[in-house]
């Protein structure tokens, strides 16, 4: 299965994808805000890289590539599901930034997932990615009030949270 945007493709990851994908993982802009492990060798990266390849197969989860012009760019993935309720994450290697990508791909993923049954797709943000704010808003998420604190690489981060309700 693939969803078709505008300009992208979003789908399954396969063995060709793993260098891009482990750029990905391991770009220092990338990990500010997209949680990610600290990979000791490549080894750990090529592993992740392989369970998330696997994941993007699952017909029961929502893991998948963003491409474009068949070329991996950046990850849309469950988070965490609850009942009709969906949460994604969101990551594009950094060349790709500021040219709608995240958007569109958020876009095509939300009417997916509303096809399928969801009733709800929420996302978050730490508060220093004004960034994904956008995109969020732009997708035609809203701010939910709900607000959590993490601590992720020795800083402790606010998250905040968007959603969008099937019509």
């Not at 599901?81 to 594009?92: M, S």
Request: net charge negative.
């Amino acid at each position: 299965m693939e969803i078709t945007t505008r300009r992208l493709t979003l789908g399954p990851l396969s063995e060709g994808d793993r260098e891009r994908v482990i750029d990905l993982f391991t770009n220092d802009t990338v990990k500010q805000t997209y949680i990610l492990p600290d990979f000791s060798c490549r080894e750990e990266a090529i592993s992740l890289f392989q369970r998330v390849m696997t994941l993007s197969h699952a017909p029961d989860r929502f893991v998948w590539g963003i491409f474009l012009d068949g070329a991996f760019i950046g990850l849309l993935n469950e988070t965490e599901r609850e009942g009709d309720r969906i949460e994604l994450g969101y990551a594009l290697l950094p060349t790709y930034h500021n040219r709608g990508y995240c958007t569109e791909a958020l876009v095509g993923a939300i009417g997916y997932l509303f096809e399928r049954g969801f009733a709800a797709v929420t996302a978050a943000a730490f508060t220093e990615n004004p960034a994904s704010f956008r995109v969020m808003e732009k997708a035609g998420m809203e701010k939910t009030g709900k607000t959590e604190e993490l601590e992720y690489r020795g800083k402790n981060h606010t998250c905040v949270y968007y959603e969008i309700r099937k019509p």
